[in-house]
């Protein structure tokens, strides 16, 4: 009988656990729902090529390569995306080189290790070749013949079939251990292989396109190092630059002996900076440009005797050559005052064509034209028209299809966000004259009742205006689609103003291109930008990073909202600040281009208290270990209160991390070092810090077990978890193996909380750090799997201080409970939702590197799952242990929209408790909802209210009805 009960109760268990499962999990979308919540937008990266794509629709769509490791096809009349092919993470999916060419499209990947030849029409793959490749990555290629590709890799160059890859020929190059070679260029029938040996020579290799080896020289080259900047151009001609003299020197493949050196200033041109080459390959003439200057360009022609000045383009930011018609065309782009003037030049004599000439409305926020790629055409008269994309400074790509006016526009800039805030939108007129009413202390009683009064009439004017408006129906359906389009005005833009419960957010977006962004969470429309050429992000522990800090919220009423960006200048490294309100872009306390410092920043923080407008300054602290406040009206907050401000760092060169104590000396603020921690760099490298939300709320301070006792959670809102990773060397065996510490640090005294290792383990490691849990994932290479760690820090069943923390009176050693789990997928990063008052269960957020994002109850990975069950954890609601993460189909909550390349996740509470908003960046841009403990707080769509008014009515009838009946019964008694 006891045999027989345990398995009864061992199957009631195992039931639970599935409709658990089910229910739980289960986040699944109806097909009308799709795109309700949620949005999604695609990017490619900075582009390196682009060229116009006419196999199949002769100008109508826009072949380009990032240095995202993306090659797409992209609409030419609507920017959008035809087909993008995202190839490999890491070395082995750098694309080195594009080729297109009529029909062909081919990429060479990883150094020279992968030639792929692609369909452009709907993105296929052909045919794809592997190749030795090169130790270097220096790689190269170029079309010989209709039917035949070279490819130059570090050792050898490969000679294949266009139709099928096959390889006709290989031949392997002189070796040499001081030689690389770089460059491979065809002219007429020989193909010359330059090689650079830093200090020495240049190497000439000819050989025909059959793989014959015909000659190779060498010619002295001293003054070539790393930095020098080497370009081949038609003709056979090799062009490199020397910045120390700035000089150019040339040098013809074909029978050259000897460099022929140019000064720049003979030329006529002056550098201030680097000065770059860009080769042009549309037409035949030997001929180069040379970009002195953001807006200064001069294209040169070079000749066996040296090079001379074609033509000087002072002004000009962008130009492209091309030959048309038997006829080389020179175009050129200037920035002027919010536009760009394009003109067209005849290159043999030098006159400007004037039907080509147009100007085009340019926004300053995109800085200066790097790049234009031209396609010319004829029109119906008979006379020639063109059309151009524009690759601008802040990696955006537009297009201009009719003369004078940008079609679309790519921001692609947004393919690297490294900081992101969503913003509470401000609320609507009459809800501000509520704030208003209660927010002056000078009204009498009158006063105030009159402004309450005005507040509810105009309420009910605006709602007797919604009902009339619904009645005579959606009149503004009939406008002119063209006077709208004119204006610029959207039916589905609407005034910023804070919705019912608050899930409409305006979202800020940190770019690691120096662009910052306001885009609404309604649709992902772009509210506002700026864009800083000089704004550069901190590269921290390999990582780099831009700091994003919200000041002031939109809760202050009628102070208006701010956030600061922190960053650093690209030339000095010296701090770079620029204060925004985030509603409306508009900049506050810095200039409209950003506020440069004086210092470097070595940390920042930020200040515990307001001052009397609730702005919440920010402490910079520079490396003379001095403090400095922004803006500087909060130093007042900070005169008396920095006794009890800490800061620390973590340095990965030395393996210290310090804290620090702010002190005064002098009227100055300065810091002390207090206390720190010696993680011995020799053994092991600090990878990450991470800390906790600030604005997390926890609402339950324990936690309720089965016997009814409570086990208190330890809630240190100072504690930080430091990772480290090392290699060990075995002492029995001879070699060593991975290993990866975990290190949970008091950032206020350095007390160490707790610390554990994982021997043969290796990262990348991702952290989730909340209330009184730390959830990290790694790859256990002893089992060959990725696990899933869990710890949660518990101060015991007797609470310490319930009212506050502090880390100078800090309980007793908290008792950790720790487990691991298997993660059957491999995951890229991870976050948790955050609700407005913390009391919605915890849901773990993971990015797949499939391309989902997967939402898993944190009950799933908690510590105390048993592997038996008993009757208390069945009372708690504890889940039996099973070491596999399930990993559920409809815990998808991207469906079958895939996100690739994602770099974070960003969680932000809305008005409703059950709702929580959750942003992953990354390639892509992915906004939803999720509701972890489902919509507890909203009735459902499907919510039949004709029925509950009934039964209302009913019930409200009844109840009077048997009241009436009951009075009359009990007079009718009373007469008895």
Known sequence: MKKFGRSMMTGKVLINLIIFLSFQISQALYEDQIGKFDWHQQYVGKIQHISWDQSLHAGKRVLVSSEKHVLASIHSHNGSIAWRKVLEEGARGQIDRTLHSGNLLVTVNGGGRFVRKWNAGNGLADWEVSLPGSRTGRTDLVQCSKDLLAVLTQDAVCGLDTRSGRQKWSLSLPQSNQVIYT???????????????????????????????????????????????????????????????????????????????????????????????????????????????????ALVEITPNGAKLKKDLPKICAAQVMSYEDQSMLFTLERVEGELKMKAYDLDTGSEVADLYQTITYLPQHGYPQRMEVLMFKKRDLRIGCRFAILSEDYSMQMVLKAGKIAWRREEALAYVLSVEMIDLPVSENQAKYEDEFGSHRDDIATMFIKRFRTQFSQLKTYIQQQLQKLQGHRHHHHDTEAMAESGSDEEDEDLTRDEFNLNKLIVLVTGAGKIFGIRSTNGHIEWEHFFPELAPFDGNGQQKMLLFVQRTTAHFPNPPQCTVVGKHKETDNGFLFSFNPISGQPVDTPPGGLMLSYKITQTSVLGDLDDHFLRGILLMDPNDQVHVFPQKCASVLKKTFRFQFMFVADRDTGFIRGYRTIQDQGKFLVENVWSVNLHKKQQTITQVIGKRPLEHVHSLGRVLGDR???????????????????????????????????????????????????????????????????????????????????????????????????????????????????????????????????????LIFALKLGGLLALPKA??????????????????????????????????????????????????????????VLSYGLDLFFTRVQPSKMFDVLKEDFDYFFISAVLLGMFVVTIVTQKLSARRALSRAWK
């Open 183 to 297: 460059h491979v260029v065809l002219s007429g029938t020989n193909l010359f292989v330059i090689g650079q040996s830093y200090s020495q020579q240049v190497t000439v290799v000819t050989i025909d396109t059959e793989g014959v080896m015909k000659s190779t020289r060498s010619i002295k080259a001293p003054w070539l190092s790393v930095n020098t900047r080497c370009e081949v151009t038609n003709g056979a001609f090799l062009a490199c630059y020397r910045n120390e003299d700035q000089s150019l020197l040339t040098l013809s493949l074909a029978d050259g002996q000897v460099f022929k050196s140019t000064s720049i200033q003979v030329l006529g041109l002056e550098a201030a900076g680097d000065v770059t080459m860009e080769t042009v390959t549309k037409t035949e003439e030997p001929i180069i440009f040379m970009r002195i200057a953001k807006n200064h360009m």
């Open 709 to 843: 006792s409570v086990l208190y959670k330890y809630t240190n809102p100072n504690l930080v978890v430091v990772v480290t990773e090392g290699d060990i060397q075995e002492q029995s065996q001879k070699g060593s193996f991975n290993l990866i510490n975990l290190y949970l640090l008091d950032s206020v005294t350095g007390h160490m909380v707790f610390h554990c290792s994982h021997r043969k383990a290796k990262g990348p490691v991702t952290i989730v750090h909340s209330e009184n849990w730390v959830v990290y994932n790694y790859y256990n290479q002893k089992s060959r799997r990725h696990e899933m760690a869990v710890l949660e820090l518990y101060e015991g069943k007797e609470q310490s201080n319930s009212t506050a923390f502090s880390s100078f009176s800090s309980p007793r050693q908290p008792l950790v409970l720790r487990q691991s789990y298997i993660m059957p997928l491999f995951i890229s990063t991870m976050a948790t939702t955050i609700t407005e008052k913390g009391i919605t269960s915890k849901q």
């Open 860 to 917: 799933l990975l908690d510590p105390r799952r048993p592997l038996v069950p008993s009757q208390e954890t069945m009372e708690e609601g504890t889940i039996p242990y099973i070491p596999e993460l399930p990993v559920n189909a409809e815990a998808i909550i991207n469906y079958n929209q895939s996100l690739f390349m994602v770099q974070g996740i960003h969680t932000s509470p809305a008005g409703l408790e059950s709702t929580s908003l």
